[in-house]
């Protein structure tokens, strides 16, 4: 199923429950939210109290992308604060198929992440044991970034392992996402897409968000 996720990076945190509700009330399911911890990325965003913060405000599925070094010791924690899906980058995991049944074991869905520079085939065996696999389609650390491309061949090779083995993994592209090119991304096979700067950076995100829905929507129906 096809889905818009408002990423809250680009929100306005002083409004931030405010602007959650009128993306619930638009149909948004799902908020994704990035946690940079200015050591695997080089910027520095929100911690454990604003995801406890946002549990209390909304109902909505929380989509937490951790791009911090030690996934393993703050995945339990986010968890506890509210998170429903965790998601870990493959760069930042030693042993990523420990952490991927840790963070199932902790009552979350786990998510794996790769960056621009890393190929499908560092995930091949543990695409049985995941949920979700995002695709970066910028390098992380910061919103409003222009589409990279290539990300859109991993996610046709991601969707042809997935029919090939049988499984049911969500896909999941996250960044440089406008009203232009989301059609592209869900030919490609996309289930979830992420969209921070094209919703929030608008007069009203609610109808951004509504437009964005349509057009993946749209895109969904039409066979390539
Ligand atoms: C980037 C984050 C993204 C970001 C996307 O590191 O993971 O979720 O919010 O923002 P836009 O949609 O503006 O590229
Ligand atoms: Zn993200």
Request: include cysteine.
């Amino acid at each position: 199923m096809v889905e818009i996720l408002p990423s809250i990076l680009a929100a306005d945190f002083a409004r931030l429950g405010e602007q959650v509700a009128q993306l619930e009330a638009a149909g948004a399911r799902m908020l994704h939210v990035d946690i940079m911890d200015g050591h695997f990325v080089p910027n520095l965003t929100l911690g454990p109290p604003v995801v406890e913060s946002l549990r209390k405000a909304t109902r909505l599925i929380l989509d937490v992308h951790l791009m911090i070094e030690d996934p393993d010791f703050f995945a339990p924690i986010f968890i506890q604060a509210g998170a429903n899906h965790v998601l870990v980058h493959q760069e930042a995991c030693r042993n990523l198929d420990r952490t991927l049944h840790m963070i199932r074991d902790h009552g979350a869905k786990a998510g794996v992440v790769i960056n621009p520079a890393t190929p499908v085939a560092m995930l091949v065996d543990v695409l049985d044991i995941v949920d979700s696999v995002l695709v970066m389609s910028v390098n992380p650390g910061f919103g409003g970034q222009s589409f990279i491309p290539n990300s859109l061949k991993k996610v046709r090779e991601l969707a042809q392992r997935r029919r090939e083995r049988r499984l049911h993994f969500a896909i999941e592209i996250d960044g440089g996402i406008i009203l232009e090119n989301v059609a592209d991304a869900i030919h490609a096979g996309v289930d979830w897409v992420v969209a921070g700067t094209s919703i929030f950076h608008t007069v009203n995100p609610g109808t951004a968000f509504e437009q964005m829905r349509h057009a993946a929507l749209d895109a969904s129906r039409v066979a390539v």
